[in-house]
T-cell receptor
Framework: AAGVIQSPRHLIKEKRETATLKCYPI?????VYWYQQGPGQDPQFLIS???????DKGSIPDRFSAQQFSDYHSELNMSSLELGDSALYFC????????????????FGPGTRLLVL | AQTVTQSQPEMSVQEAETVTLSCTYD???????LFWYKQPPSRQMILVIR????KQQNATENRFSVNFQKAAKSFSLKISDSQLGDAAMYFC???????????WGAGTKLIIKP
């Protein structure tokens, strides 16, 4: 079965540079979520999109922005990178289904490992 | 605000035996979803099992089952016949029907002894 695709898988940047992470959801999934996981930590929700509109916002820094495109893929743009932004960035997707169905489950991609030097 | 607590930072079990991982949560909502995710050393986040709060029946997936106690706000994961491939970090997560994000516990590292 098709899974969530994230690119790149690894990324090394210098402080104050910018980075763009891409996420391609599972086909027919219309909702995308972004999470940040620091070393030894649980994931922290950043932002989500449903049908190309922002649906929920978490602890996303102002330096970060994201959007979902007409083909449902999403991009997370990160500017003025800081050392503390080094983390594993997950994208997840789900179809927005009716209550009780399996569609509420979020399926995760392999993640993008970002290292800021 | 909802919170999720996993009080066991690390658990170990002998291969082929059974282990139970604990999770408690705090919420004022009556309808919600609970999940267990597994994160092996590859750091891929893999869904193990899910439970809808309005269902009284405990979810099962092969060797994995949950003990969902709604009144006690407890959601433990039982792994039967533990295998070496079960070694991973296990996260308990909560989702409200009114928003999109998952709220995570701190995780339990499961070690399988051969």
């Amino acid at each position: 079965a098709a899974g969530v695709i994230q690119s790149p898988r690894h990324l090394i940047k210098e402080k104050r540079e910018t980075a763009t992470l891409k996420c391609y959801p599972i086909p027919r999934h219309d909702t995308v979520y972004w999470y940040q996981q620091g070393p030894g930590q649980d994931p922290q929700f950043l932002i989500s999109f449903y049908e190309k509109m922002q649906s929920d916002k978490g602890s996303i820094p102002d330096r970060f922005s994201a959007q979902q495109f007409s083909d449902y893929h999403s991009e997370l743009n990160m500017s003025s990178l800081e050392l503390g932004d080094s983390a594993l960035y997950f994208c997840a997707s789900s179809p927005l289904g009716v209550r009780g169905s399996a569609q509420e489950t979020q399926y995760f991609g392999p993640g993008t490992r970002l290292l800021v030097l | 605000a909802q919170t999720v607590t996993q009080s066991q930072p690390e658990m170990s079990v002998q291969e082929a035996e059974t282990v139970t991982l604990s999770c408690t949560y705090d919420t004022s909502e009556s309808d919600y979803y609970l999940f267990w995710y597994k994160q092996p050393p590859s750091r891929q986040m893999i869904l193990v099992i899910r439970q809808e709060a309005y269902k009284q029946q405990n979810a099962t997936e092969n060797r994995f089952s949950v003990n969902f106690q709604k009144a006690a706000k407890s959601f433990s994961l039982k792994i039967s016949d533990s295998q070496l491939g079960d070694a991973a970090m296990y996260f308990c997560a909560y989702r409200s029907p009114s928003n999109y994000q998952l709220i995570w516990g701190a995780g339990t590292k499961l070690i399988i002894k051969p």
